[in-house]
């Protein structure tokens, strides 16, 4: 039985066939990547005008700069590198920083709505964004990369991160430690 391709080997054949002049391929990694792109522009603490902003600027960057990306399966790791550093410019421009997003996967229409559930919901969403709002900046990058990458990509977790690979797991670890118990002072746990 043959072993599906890694995120990684799937993504450079999209490069590869990319550079070479597929549309369809080129799509398609916009379609996987975009969410990872969209959501290191939010939590670094943009707006959604601006992060939209960023999304598409950190797009047409690689295309411009394509044919120069010399190692395809790095194509992930590129885009954290090119979102943070885009983020941080445009955060700069807006000379503030805005308030922590709600967004939530969470926040997805319910059939079910009900405004007691709903009120339970948005009082518990709000602790949380609270309390991970007190945790320090690097946890929650930290936490927003894995999440969104997952472990098959701590290598560009890492390197977007400037952190060793190896410390990935301990220093999320840790991070997730701290995020309990600012929730346990909450009551939330």
Same mark, same amino acid.
């Given at each position: 039985?043959?072993?599906?391709?890694?995120?990684?080997?799937?993504?450079?054949?999209? &490069?590869?066939?990319?550079?070479?002049?597929?549309?369809?391929? $080129?799509?398609? +990694?916009? %379609?996987?990547?975009?969410?990872l792109v969209?959501?290191?522009?939010?939590?670094?603490?943009?707006?959604?005008?601006?992060?939209?902003?960023?999304?598409?600027?950190? @797009? =047409?960057?690689? =295309?411009?700069? =394509?044919?120069?990306?010399?190692? /395809?399966?790095?194509?992930?790791?590129?885009?954290?590198?090119? %979102?943070?550093?885009?983020?941080?410019?445009? @955060? #700069?421009?807006?000379?503030?920083? /805005?308030?922590l997003s709600?967004?939530?996967?969470?926040?997805?229409?319910?059939? #079910? @709505? =009900?405004?007691?559930?709903?009120?339970?919901?948005?009082?518990?969403?709000? #602790? +949380? @964004?609270?309390?991970?709002? #007190?945790?320090?900046?690097?946890?929650?990058?930290?936490?927003? $990369?894995?999440?969104?990458?997952?472990?098959a990509e701590?290598?560009? &977790?890492?390197?977007? $991160?400037?952190?060793?690979?190896?410390?990935?797991?301990?220093?999320?670890?840790?991070?997730?430690?701290? $995020?309990?118990?600012? +929730?346990?002072?909450?009551?939330?746990?």
């Open positions: 039985m043959a072993q599906a391709p890694s995120p990684h080997d799937r993504q450079a054949a999209l &490069v590869i066939a990319a550079k070479a002049g597929s549309r369809e391929a $080129l799509d398609a +990694l916009i %379609t996987e990547l975009t969410p969209w959501h290191i522009a939010r939590g670094n603490g943009l707006d959604r005008t601006t992060a939209e902003d960023v999304v598409q600027t950190v @797009w =047409l960057s690689l =295309l411009r700069h =394509l044919d120069r990306l010399q190692e /395809p399966r790095a194509v992930a790791g590129w885009l954290i590198v090119a %979102t943070r550093r885009e983020s941080q410019r445009a @955060w #700069r421009e807006l000379n503030g920083r /805005p308030a709600t967004d939530s996967a969470l926040d997805m229409p319910d059939d #079910r @709505w =009900l405004p007691e559930t709903e009120a339970l919901r948005d009082d518990r969403d709000r #602790r +949380l @964004w609270q309390a991970f709002g #007190r945790m320090t900046r690097k946890c929650q990058e930290l936490l927003r $990369l894995t999440v969104l990458a997952g472990r701590y290598r560009a &977790v890492a390197e977007a $991160l400037s952190m060793p690979r190896g410390s990935i797991g301990p220093t999320r670890g840790r991070c997730l430690n701290t $995020l309990r118990q600012h +929730l346990a002072e909450e009551d939330l746990l």
